[in-house]
C-alpha cells in the first residue's frame, strides 16, 4: 500500500467544470515557453470545484498541454534526467495551478523527510518558480517536498535568495507505483505584476531526487549562466484582467511571564512577572507590483536567541537579522560596502532598530535601577516590490524613549537611556534585462534627545548610488558604489564619535587626522570599483578596490567596523564541473589582499590558497593556506600610536559526510601561528541522527585555544603620558549547541535548542609599547608591572524552545520558553567539568509566552 500526503485547504480560487475552457493551451515540443489553460468558475450542474488531492482527476489537467522536455542540471548538465518528469498547467482568474508528476521506477525509495515548513533537508523536492513580473531578476518559489513539506523563497538580482519570504498557498502531494505527485495552488494575489490584456510570466520546474542527489529542470538552468532568473522559460497568454484581494491583516496577542533573579530589596523587580501584548502586521499591495508592509508593537519572542560570544577586538560584533519582518525582502533594502565569503555590510543594518539602548544607569551605593534590555519599536512599515523597470525599497521605523527607573531609599527617579527615534531608509533600483542595474540608496536617523542622552548625534543621513554594469557579454561586468555620510549633534557627541574605533581620530602619531573638539559635524565618503567574471564552466575571478574617508560613519542605521581605509583583492576561481567517477565538482580558489589607511601605512598584505571538492559519494571536503605579511596596526592601541604588526599565517580544513544518511556531520578546524611564537587552533565537530523522518537530534562543539602575546590589557594614563599595556593570554573557549527538531505534522513542530558557552582568558607577562613600528616585532615592547586583574571567565547558558502550529495558512500559535543564565569572575583558568556544571548554578531568567496571531485575506 503506497503512502498518501494531503495538505487540507481553504484557499478557494475558482471551480471548474469539464466543459468550461476559455483558452486553448500548448507548448512547442523541446521549446521554453508554454501557454496554460484557462479555466472559467462556471456555475453549473456537474461544475466541481478544483480539489487539491494530488490525484490529478479533473478533466481539465487531461487537456492541458504536458511539459516534458526536462534536462538534467546536476551533477551531469544537459544530460537527460534519470527519471521521467511532467508537468500541466491550468488557471483562472484568481490562482495558478500546476500539477507535477515526478515518475519514479523503485517508488519505494523515495525519500520526503517530515521537517517544519521552510526547512531544507535531502529530500525529494518538487520547485515551480515564477518570475510572474518578467523582469529576469527577481522570482517567487514555492516548493514541497514528498512528505508534504513546503518552503517558499522570494528571488531578487537574479541571483540571490530571501528564504525569509511566506506566502499563503497550497499544496498537496500523493505517492503511488509510478512515483509521486505534487498539485499547487498558488494566488495570483501572492505575486506581483502589472496585468495586461495578455501577460507572460517567467517559469521554471525543477526537481530534486534525493538519493541520487540529482536535480533536473524545465527548461536547463545552467550553472554556467551568469544568472538563474533570467534562465527561466516563459508562461504566455495568461488573461489577468480582474481584481485581486489586496490587503492581508494578521492580528495578534500574547500572553507571558517572566521569572527572574530579584535582589533583596530591590522594589523594582518583581518574580514572576506576567504581561500582555497585542499588535498586527498588515500587507497592502498599494499596486500590482508594490506591497506595503507594516507591523504595530512588533513582537519577535519566538525568535532564536542570539549565540554568546566573547570580543576582545576593538569592534563591534556583527549580528545576523533573524526577526521576520526585516528579513522579509531585505534585497530591496541592501546596499553593500564590505563583503566578506558571502557575508555582506552596508548602509543599512536592520539590527539597530529595536536595538540595546546606548545609555545606562547611574547607580550609586544603596541604589536599585532597572533598565530596559531592548528599545521598543512602536511602529514600522516598509514598501517593496516593482515599479516598470524599478525595484523599489523603502523603511520607516519609529523606537521609544527608553527609560531606567532607579530607587534609593524613598526616592524614585528616571534616567533616560535611549531617545525616541526615527529610521528612514529608501532605496530604488533601475535594472535592464541583461542584468545590468543602476541605484541610489538614502537612510537618515532623527533622534529627539533629552539631556541624558546628548552625548548621542542627533541626525545622521547617508546617501549612495550603486551599480552592476554587464558588458556585452553578461558574464562580464563592472560594480561599485559612491557613498557619502554625514552626522550631526553637539560638540560632546561629534567628539565621542571621532575617538570610537571606527575613526580614533586622536591617535597621536596620525598627523594627517585632526581631533575637532568644537566639532558639530562628521562627514565622509566611501567608493569602490571591481572588475568580475560571474558566470562561465571554467573561470570567474573579481578584481576590486575601495576606499572609506577618516570621517565616513554609517553606524546609526548602518555598519561599517572602520573608515580610514584604502584596500584591494583580487580572486581567481577554476572550477571542474563535469562529473567524473572520483568527483561530482571541484574548485580552486586564488585570493590575494591589501590595505592602508590614508597616511599611506601598509595595514597588511596576504594571500590565499584553497579548494573544495565534492566526490561521487556525496562527501565534501576543503582546505586552504593562509599568509599574512603583516603591516602596521592602527586600532589594537585603542586609540594610541600604530605600531607594527606580525607575520604569520594559518590553515584550515572542513570535512563534510553525504547529509542524506540517518547519521551524518561534519568537522572543520584551523591552526594558526606569527613570528612572536603566539598560536590558536581550533575545531567544530557536528552531528546530526534522524533516527525516524519526522525527528531529528543534532549537536556541535566549538573549541578553540588561544596564546596571544599582544593582547591589549588597558591604557593606564599617568600624570605625563599613557601607557599602552599588553600581555600574554592564555584563553580557552567551548560552546556545546544541541537541538532537537520534531515536525509531527507539517504544521505542527516542536523545536528545542539550548548553548551552554564558557570562556576563560589568563593574563601573564605584561609589558607597554614603547618604540613603535622598530623591527623586530619585540622590539617595540618592553616589561611593565601592570597591577590589575583582567582575568576573566564567562558562563553562558541559553536556550530557546518553540512549539509552532500553523493551524491555518497563514496563521500560527506559539508557544515557548527561553532561558538565560551568565555570569563573569575574574577567575582565568578554563575547567571544564567544574564551568560547565557550575553554569546550572548562575541564577536564570525564564521567559514563558503564548502567542496567537490569524491571517485575514480582505
Known amino acids: 500500500m503506497f503512502h498518501r500526503r494531503i495538505l487540507s485547504t481553504t484557499l478557494l480560487c475558482g471551480v471548474v467544470a469539464s466543459s468550461s475552457v476559455a483558452a486553448a493551451a500548448g507548448t512547442a515540443p523541446g521549446g521554453r515557453s508554454v501557454a496554460p489553460m484557462r479555466i472559467e468558475a462556471a456555475m453549473v450542474p456537474g461544475a466541481t470545484a478544483i480539489r487539491l488531492d494530488g490525484e490529478f482527476n479533473e478533466g481539465a489537467w487531461e487537456r492541458a498541454t504536458p511539459i516534458s522536455d526536462f534536462i538534467q542540471r546536476d551533477p551531469k548538465e544537459g544530460a537527460p534526467p534519470t527519471f521521467q518528469t511532467e508537468a500541466r498547467v491550468l488557471y483562472d482568474g484568481a490562482c495558478l495551478y500546476v500539477a507535477v508528476r515526478a515518475f519514479d521506477k523503485e517508488p519505494d525509495k523515495i525519500v520526503g523527510i517530515r521537517t517544519r515548513r521552510d526547512s531544507s533537508s535531502p529530500s525529494d523536492w518538487i520547485r515551480v518558480i515564477i518570475d510572474s513580473y518578467h523582469d529576469k531578476r527577481t522570482a517567487y518559489e514555492f516548493a514541497v517536498n514528498a512528505a508534504g513539506v513546503k518552503k517558499d523563497n522570494y528571488w531578487f538580482r537574479d541571483t540571490n535568495q530571501d528564504d525569509s519570504w511566506d506566502a499563503v498557498w497550497d499544496v498537496a502531494v500523493t505517492k503511488d507505483g509510478q512515483g509521486w505527485k505534487a498539485e499547487f495552488r498558488i494566488p495570483f494575489s501572492q505575486l506581483r505584476f502589472e496585468p495586461h490584456k495578455i501577460d507572460t510570466f517567467g517559469f521554471a520546474v525543477v526537481r530534486e531526487i534525493g538519493r541520487l542527489n540529482e536535480v533536473s529542470s524545465w527548461p536547463l538552468l545552467p550553472k ?69 508592509n507594516g507591523t504595530v508593537n512588533p513582537d519577535f519572542g519566538q525568535v532564536e536567541a542570539d549565540p554568546a560570544v566573547v570580543n576582545l577586538s576593538a569592534f563591534e560584533t556583527f549580528y545576523q537579522e533573524r526577526r521576520p519582518f526585516f528579513v522579509e525582502s531585505s534585497g530591496n533594502l541592501q546596499f553593500d560596502l564590505d563583503c566578506n565569503d558571502g557575508s555582506c555590510t552596508g548602509l543599512f543594518y536592520s539590527r539597530r532598530i529595536g536595538r540595546v539602548p546606548h545609555g545606562s544607569p547611574d547607580v550609586g551605593e544603596n541604589s536599585f535601577s532597572s533598565s530596559p534590555i531592548q528599545t521598543t519599536i512602536l511602529g514600522a512599515a516598509k514598501l517593496t516590490g516593482r515599479a516598470g523597470a524599478f525595484s523599489i525599497g523603502a523603511l520607516n521605523a519609529v523606537t521609544g524613549q527608553e527609560q531606567a527607573q532607579l530607587v534609593t531609599g524613598l526616592e524614585r527617579t528616571t534616567q533616560t537611556v535611549e531617545p525616541l527615534t526615527n529610521y528612514t531608509v529608501m532605496q530604488a533600483k533601475r535594472e535592464w534585462s541583461n542584468q545590468s542595474s543602476l541605484g541610489f540608496m538614502f537612510t537618515g536617523t532623527m533622534r529627539k534627545l533629552s539631556e541624558d542622552v546628548a552625548y548621542l548625534p542627533g541626525q545622521a543621513l547617508t546617501g549612495g548610488v550603486n551599480w552592476d554594469w554587464r558588458l556585452r557579454d553578461p558574464r562580464y561586468g563592472i560594480s561599485g558604489y559612491w557613498a557619502a555620510s554625514s552626522v550631526h549633534g553637539n560638540a560632546d557627541a561629534i567628539d565621542t564619535l571621532q575617538q570610537n574605533p571606527v575613526h580614533y581620530f586622536q591617535r597621536p602619531d596620525a598627523g594627517y587626522l585632526a581631533l575637532d573638539e568644537s566639532a558639530t559635524s562628521l562627514n565622509g565618503q566611501a567608493g569602490s570599483i571591481q572588475l568580475q567574471k560571474v558566470g562561465g564552466e571554467k573561470v570567474r575571478f573579481s578584481f ?168 591589549w590589557v588597558e591604557n593606564v594614563t599617568g600624570p605625563t603620558n599613557t601607557k599602552y599595556v599588553f600581555g600574554r593570554i592564555r584563553q580557552t573557549t567551548v560552546g556545546l549547541t544541541a537541538r532537537v527538531n520534531y515536525t509531527i505534522t507539517p504544521n505542527l513542530s516542536v523545536q528545542l535548542y539550548a548553548q551552554p558557552f564558557v570562556s576563560a582568558g589568563e593574563y601573564s607577562d605584561y609589558k607597554e609599547l614603547v618604540n613603535p613600528r622598530a623591527r623586530p616585532f619585540s622590539d617595540q615592547f618592553q616589561p611593565y608591572a601592570y597591577r590589575g586583574n583582567p582575568d576573566f571567565n564567562y558562563r553562558s547558558f541559553r536556550t530557546t524552545n518553540v512549539v509552532r502550529w500553523e493551524y491555518r495558512p497563514g496563521s500560527a500559535l506559539y508557544v515557548v520558553w527561553q532561558q538565560g543564565r551568565e555570569d563573569v569572575t575574574d577567575y582565568g583558568r578554563f575547567r571544564f567539568g567544574k564551568d560547565m556544571g557550575g553554569m546550572f548554578g548562575i541564577p536564570g531568567t525564564n521567559v514563558f509566552l503564548v502567542k496567537f496571531s490569524y491571517w485575514l485575506n480582505m
Open 224 to 292: 554556467s549562466a551568469s544568472g538563474f532568473v533570467s534562465s527561466f522559460g516563459e508562461l504566455g497568454g495568461l488573461q489577468l484582467g480582474t481584481s485581486l484581494k489586496r490587503l492581508e491583516l494578521v492580528p495578534y496577542a500574547v500572553a507571558n511571564v517572566q521569572t527572574q533573579p530579584v535582589e533583596s530589596g530591590n522594589p523594582l523587580k518583581t518574580s514572576p512577572d506576567p504581561g500582555s501584548a497585542f499588535g498586527a502586521d498588515l500587507k497592502y499591495a498599494l499596486t500590482p507590483g508594490l506591497t506595503l
Open 544 to 711: 576590486s578596490g575601495q576606499f572609506k574617508t577618516p570621517g565616513f560613519d554609517v553606524n546609526d542605521v548602518g555598519y561599517v567596523r572602520r573608515a580610514d581605509d584604502i584596500s584591494q583583492s583580487g580572486w581567481v576561481q577554476i572550477r571542474w564541473d563535469k562529473p567524473t567517477k572520483l568527483y561530482r565538482r571541484v574548485r580552486l580558489n586564488l585570493n590575494q589582499w591589501s590595505a592602508w589607511n590614508f597616511g599611506g601605512d601598509t595595514r597588511y598584505v596576504g594571500a590565499n590558497v584553497n579548494a573544495n571538492v565534492v566526490l561521487t559519494s556525496n562527501w565534501a571536503a576543503g582546505g586552504g593556506v593562509n599568509v599574512d605579511r603583516g603591516g602596521i596596526d592602527d586600532r589594537s592601541t585603542r586609540g594610541g600610536p600604530a605600531f607594527r604588526s606580525k607575520l604569520g599565517g594559518n590553515v584550515w580544513y572542513w570535512v563534510q559526510t553525504d547529509s542524506r544518511k540517518a547519521v551524518n556531520g561534519a568537522w572543520q578546524g584551523f591552526v594558526w601561528g606569527d613570528e612572536s611564537g603566539s598560536s590558536s587552533y581550533g575545531f567544530d565537530p557536528e552531528i546530526s541522527y534522524r533516527p525516524l523522518s519526522f525527528l531529528t537530534v543534532s549537536g556541535g562543539v566549538h573549541f578553540e585555544k588561544q596564546n596571544e602575546d599582544t593582547q
